[in-house]
């Protein structure tokens, strides 16, 4: 059974940062990549930022939305299938439920998210 945890969200002021965690390691393979979406109420969910983790001269590559760029980081860790999301300067439009996506050659995942809430 493929296990996806993700973790770091919560309530922060406008302005404040958190940082998301996605764990994959108990995948018995490696992903080809790994990303983070996002679905506000009311909206349909959409892609905040990936990276590739699957080895090879394009990995580490790293792809952001327009809404992300500047403000958030996407990297991976050492450990197989983990990476992070580093949100600064975050405002209420950020407000959602996060989703860690991982990708593989045969299938996509998703994990259960971690809500985010900036409101002051």
């Known amino acids: 059974q493929v296990q996806i945890v993700e973790s770091g969200g919560g309530l922060v002021q406008p302005g404040g940062s958190l940082r998301l965690s996605c764990d994959a390691s108990?995948?018995?393979?490696?992903?080809?990549?790994m990303s983070w979406y996002r679905q506000a109420l009311g909206k349909e969910r959409e892609l905040v930022a990936i990276?590739?983790?699957?080895?090879?001269?394009?990995?580490?590559?790293?792809k952001y939305a327009d809404t992300a760029k500047g403000r958030f980081t996407i990297s991976k860790a050492n450990a197989k299938n983990t990476v992070y999301l580093q949100m600064n300067n975050l405002t209420p439009e950020d407000t959602a439920m996060y989703y860690c996506?991982?990708?593989?050659?045969?299938?996509?995942?998703w994990g259960q998210g971690t809500q985010v809430t900036v409101s002051s």
């Open positions: 996506k991982v990708l593989t050659t045969d299938n996509n995942y």
């Open positions: 108990r995948f018995p393979f490696r992903a080809a990549a």
């Open positions: 990276i590739i983790t699957g080895g090879g001269v394009t990995d580490g590559t790293t």
